[in-house]
């Protein structure tokens, strides 16, 4: 079986915007130094939200050579970029967004849940992008929740919806610049499940809710295992209901050079990032 590199918890939760309150179970400043081809993920935890009369949200930002992944667990999204792609995703979507070249993006509450209000949760993952494809064109997957196959797990363990890569003979919908498996695992209490692995890809599970044993360690929410990249192998143990995003990827063996939403492989990409940026070479947010 793979080894436990190690059990890391999130810090105190963050608000991103005035929309979503979000804990960071890595960043590439840190843990995600060690987690290519992944860079960043964010969980907003289920929180409740009064109808308003405004979308609560994140206002236009930029985003260069990377992707960002968003999966809805509860609640609407609505986003729109400088390209003049945009909707809104609900519970079980998926929204992965190749920010390649550089692209101005907002997300807010949809208006129709900013009327009602409700409970928000989801999750957002930043992929990176190898060198060659950093300036690629901006766009957009929109993966709707009956797209995503999902595989249910021997002896009533659970299921797998398959976002990203192959599980089970089963290929999911998203198309990635590397190889890479993004699996949403839902465990059910008592269950054991017995996984395959990729020898030489990055693994790390993050638990969403619940709490398991990953091959002999606990793990409860709030909390990323990162699995060695030798070996094969993973037992997943249920001590309660769980959700657990299982993240496994080739790994890009290329510097990573960040400067908030902007990561490149050197500082004078990074600075022609910034000017660009600044000169209106992103596009233009209209409407």
Same mark, same amino acid.
């Given at each position: 079986?793979?080894?436990?590199?190690?059990?890391?918890?999130?810090?105190?939760?963050?608000?991103?915007?005035?929309?979503?309150?979000?804990?960071? +179970?890595?960043?590439?400043?840190?843990?995600?130094?060690?987690?290519?081809?992944? +860079?960043?993920?964010?969980?907003?935890?289920?929180?409740?939200?009064?109808?308003? *009369?405004? *979308?609560?949200?994140?206002?236009?930002?930029?985003?260069?050579?990377?992707?960002?992944?968003?999966?809805?667990?509860?609640?609407?999204?609505? &986003?729109?970029?400088?390209?003049?792609? @945009?909707?809104?995703?609900?519970?079980?979507?998926?929204?992965?967004?190749?920010?390649?070249?550089?692209?101005?993006?907002?997300?807010? &509450?949809?208006?129709?849940?900013?009327?009602?209000?409700?409970?928000?949760?989801?999750?957002?993952?930043?992929?990176?992008?190898?060198?060659? /494809?950093?300036?690629?064109?901006?766009?957009?997957?929109?993966?709707?929740?009956?797209?995503?196959?999902?595989?249910?797990?021997?002896?009533?363990?659970?299921?797998?919806?398959?976002?990203?890569?192959?599980?089970? @003979?089963?290929?999911?919908?998203?198309?990635?610049?590397?190889?890479? /498996?993004? +699996?949403?695992?839902?465990?059910?209490?008592? =269950?054991?499940?017995? +996984?395959?692995?990729?020898?030489? &890809?990055?693994?790390?599970?993050?638990?969403? &809710?619940?709490?398991?044993?990953?091959?002999?360690?606990?793990?409860? =929410?709030?909390?990323?295992?990162?699995?060695?990249?030798?070996?094969?192998?993973?037992?997943?143990?249920?001590?309660?209901?769980?959700?657990?995003?299982?993240?496994?990827?080739?790994?890009? /063996?290329?510097?990573?050079?960040?400067?908030?939403?902007?990561?490149?492989?050197?500082?004078?990409?990074?600075?022609?990032?910034? /000017?660009?940026?600044?000169?209106?070479?992103?596009?233009?947010?209209?409407?």
């Amino acid at each position: 079986m793979k080894k436990v590199l190690g059990v890391h918890s999130a810090p105190r939760p963050h608000w991103v915007g005035d929309g979503f309150p979000v804990r960071s +179970l890595f960043s590439y400043q840190g843990l995600g130094r060690h987690l290519s081809p992944f +860079l960043l993920l964010d969980h907003a935890q289920p929180t409740h939200f009064d109808p308003a *009369p405004q *979308p609560r949200g994140v206002g236009q930002h930029p985003h260069r050579g990377f992707e960002t992944v968003t999966i809805v667990y509860q609640g609407e999204v609505a &986003h729109r970029d400088s390209t003049g792609a @945009g909707g809104t995703i609900g519970p079980g979507d998926v929204q992965w967004m190749t920010a390649g070249a550089g692209i101005l993006h907002e997300e807010f &509450h949809s208006p129709a849940f900013t009327q009602r209000g409700g409970t928000i949760e989801m999750v957002q993952l930043w992929v990176n992008l190898p060198a060659s /494809d950093k300036m690629a064109e901006p766009g957009y997957q929109t993966i709707l929740d009956e797209q995503i196959p999902v595989v249910k797990l021997p002896r009533g363990a659970g299921q797998v919806r398959i976002i990203a890569g192959e599980f089970d @003979g089963q290929h999911g919908p998203a198309r990635s610049f590397t190889p890479m /498996d993004v +699996l949403d695992m839902r465990l059910n209490q008592g =269950a054991t499940a017995q +996984l395959p692995t990729r020898d030489g &890809h990055t693994l790390a599970l993050v638990v969403l &809710h619940g709490t398991v044993l990953v091959n002999g360690d606990i793990a409860g =929410a709030g909390q990323l295992v990162h699995l060695d990249r030798a070996g094969s192998g993973v037992v997943i143990e249920a001590n309660s209901d769980a959700a657990v995003l299982w993240l496994s990827g080739e790994p890009i /063996d290329e510097p990573v050079v960040g400067h908030g939403p902007f990561v490149m492989n050197s500082e004078d990409e990074i600075v022609q990032a910034i /000017d660009d940026f600044n000169a209106g070479r992103f596009g233009r947010m209209t409407g």
